[in-house]
């Protein structure tokens, strides 16, 4: 059959003519060299997808996501945007990055690398940096669908060990069924400079509630309800950590949900 | 190559942080005024952030290099906001982004090699010359997989773009400036290729 190959991969995309497709399908029924072609093609596409599907699941770093969020709104400089780049990379490594590399060393896919505000660990410190840092993390996985988890709920007792280890506090994962929440699995994170635990909830509308936790030796010792970026948040501390339950806006139920959470943990 | 070009901005960028960090308080923002145009500037920052990973994908096939990506990344992120009036909201803002991308890559790319006394050369050659990996990269295992790096950069860009993304070729088109007749054939030729390769390790396996 005389037409180009190349249209082997328009048929595939869809984007030839009726009467080309109709060539191609005439071509393919009577030609079973031309229906191998097409079918080796069809099988590196989905090679390729399944490639390029598995990049979506890699830790975005946190200092990518805080610079897009503050970044000006004008210029600040005639160099335009090179001038307001905020530095990504690891020059003069604080003690914590270390530890962030380590993790993604030791745990292959750990979470989110986090080096973009490595010159002012005074401000890192400070309250409610991490939770800043939870809201882009929220943004960013809560829109994810099938990337939502690192790590998914069918290896719960796995992830409890996991982030026990990693985090430095006792994480338990609460059933929080009554509601209307399941749990879908966990990430690791890197916030304000520590590991964080995070476990994924939906619900039955695919809004994502998500429970994170932060090693702390003198935790918070209220519930306090707050708005950040954008999200409602409750935080409670107890045990060793901080605690934070996290939601987009408008659950009434957030703080029930949090004193279930609280409890079980 | 693309890492010395971001090292001249170090300095700077301390700067930038430790000034984003004291401007990023609510009440301090608001003072500049400007209050419907901040309010849009912060929707499309949010939208930005939801994008990231997938910018993210974009930009690793198209410089081969996770750090240089982020970069890039960031790079694209800070000129869309800072340009955000050109943005035609017909379209989606992930094409629109990847081709700031695309063509601040290219750019880059070209500076790097005019500076390096190679002179000018054509653009659709220019990011195959930039193809590294860094320390960071190795140690954040953020290469991509073997039969996807080996493909030409171009080709694999496009076919992330038309497989995976869902573009169609007038798109495709549009995002990375080519006739729309080079589409279908380099998107076949990605085809081809990774098919070849795939056949080839199967080969060697057995």
């Known amino acids: ?265 | 190559m693309y890492q010395s070009l971001s090292d001249q901005y170090v300095a700077r960028a301390d700067c930038a942080v430790l000034s984003v960090r004291v401007s990023m308080p609510g009440a301090a923002a608001k003072a500049w005024g400007g209050e419907r145009e901040k309010t849009l500037s912060d929707d499309l920052k949010k939208e930005l952030i939801v994008l990231l990973p997938r910018l993210r994908r974009f930009a690793r096939t198209l410089t081969r290099s996770a750090s240089d990506a982020d970069d890039l990344v960031q790079d694209a992120c800070l000129k869309a906001i800072v340009g955000s009036e050109k943005w035609d909201h017909t379209q989606p803002l992930d094409r629109w982004v990847f081709r700031i991308m695309r063509n601040h890559w290219i750019g880059e790319t070209r500076k790097t090699k005019v500076r390096l006394g190679e002179g000018h050369v054509p653009a659709e050659e220019a990011n195959e010359l930039v193809q590294h990996q860094t320390p960071e990269d190795a140690l954040r295992g953020s290469q991509l997989h073997s039969q996807i790096e080996q493909l030409p950069t171009d080709l694999a860009v496009l076919l992330l773009a038309v497989s995976v993304e869902g573009y169609t070729y007038a798109e495709a088109a549009e995002v990375f400036d080519i006739p729309l007749g080079t589409v279908m054939s380099r998107i076949h030729r990605a085809r081809k290729t990774l098919a070849a390769q795939l056949k080839q390790d199967a080969g060697a396996m057995q």
């Open chain 1, 1 to 265: 059959m005389s037409f180009d190959r190349e249209k082997l991969s328009g048929f595939l995309d869809g984007e030839l003519s009726s009467e080309e497709t109709r060539e191609i399908e005439l071509a393919l029924e009577s030609d079973p060299t031309l229906a191998a072609e097409l079918e080796q093609l069809m099988a590196a596409d989905s090679f390729a997808k399944q490639e390029f599907e598995e990049m979506l699941s890699e830790p975005v770093p946190l200092g990518l996501a805080a610079a897009v969020r503050n970044a000006p709104i004008e210029p600040s400089a005639p160099m335009a945007s090179n001038t307001n780049r905020v530095q990504l990379r690891n020059r003069q490594a604080p003690w914590w990055s270390a530890v962030a590399a380590a993790l993604a060393l030791v745990i292959g896919s750990a979470g989110g690398y986090f080096t973009g505000l490595n010159t002012q660990p005074q401000i890192i410190a400070a309250a409610p940096g991490w939770l800043t840092d939870i809201a882009d993390y929220h943004r960013v996985y809560s829109a994810q669908g099938r990337h939502l988890v690192e790590v998914d709920a069918s290896e719960s007792d796995h992830i409890e060990t996991w982030l026990t280890n990693t985090v430095g506090a006792d994480v338990v994962i609460p059933d929080l069924e009554s509601h209307g929440l399941n749990f879908r699995g966990g990430r690791l994170l890197v916030a304000a400079g520590k590991p964080v635990a995070q476990m994924m909830y939906t619900d039955a509308a695919g809004q994502v509630v998500a429970l994170c936790l932060i090693a702390n030796p003198e935790p918070d010792d209220v519930f306090r309800s707050r708005q950040i970026g954008g999200f409602d948040m409750v935080t409670w501390g107890g045990g060793d950590a901080n605690f934070v339950l996290v939601s987009d806006r408008g659950r009434d139920d957030l703080e029930a949900v949090a004193r279930t959470a609280a409890s079980s943990v």
